[in-house]
């Protein structure tokens, strides 16, 4: 989108632009997701939540939090403050609150044991080829923590659905971290078996 396209945006008023979102137009809703609100989700990648899979992952999943059950969260806004300042303080408390789960659920999965040892994402399975207490070392080795949490979702016979929910992002994004550990693993035993 050009920049003169986004001035016809610019001059809106905050009030037309949500109106435009609720009614889910999506120049309105690239417009302030990535036009916008590009410095905020800057912001919040350097110093609050950095995403593992960079910013666009982190605005899509801020979009969803907003537009869930029909934009219910934007429903909020009752034009007290600006847009974006009401924007950049709901987004810095959803993202410290994702944070948070996150710490608290990687402390919390410590004793879990493994119910199902699937492999459909990759043909080397690793799994079988270690004892219990070297997967979970391996596991905690890996430096991602949402790598982690999805694997050890898995392990547990978690379905990618639930996992998704739990981690507050897609089913895709829950595939693909988890595919990702796998392949960590894989390299993680080759090398040590050198």
């Known amino acids: 989108m050009t920049k003169k396209r986004w001035h016809k945006f610019d001059s809106m008023s905050d009030q037309q632009l949500v109106d435009m979102l609720l009614a889910n137009d999506e120049e309105a809703v690239e417009y302030l997701f990535f036009h916008r609100c590009d410095g905020m989700f800057e912001h919040i990648v350097n110093s609050v939540y950095p995403p593992q899979g960079g910013k666009d992952e982190l605005i899509n999943e801020f979009y969803l939090h907003l537009r869930k059950d029909d934009w219910k969260r934007l429903r909020q806004f009752e034009f007290r403050s600006s847009l974006n300042t009401w924007l950049t303080i709901v987004a810095i408390r959803f993202f410290k609150e994702k944070k948070t789960c996150m710490k608290d659920q990687t402390v919390a999965l410590d004793p879990l044991i493994i119910n199902k040892v699937d492999n459909e994402i990759d043909d080397y399975d690793i799994f079988h ?14 430096g991602k923590p949402r790598e982690r949490l999805a694997l050890l979702g898995e392990l547990t016979g978690k379905s990618a659905e639930t ?23 894989k390299k993680m035993m080759k090398g040590k078996d050198q």
């Open 129 to 142: 080829e270690m004892s219990r207490i070297e997967l979970y070392e391996a596991i905690d080795r890996l």
């Open 163 to 185: 996992i998704a929910v739990e981690m507050g992002c897609t089913v895709t994004a829950v595939y693909n971290l988890t595919k990702k550990a796998r392949k960590a693993l």
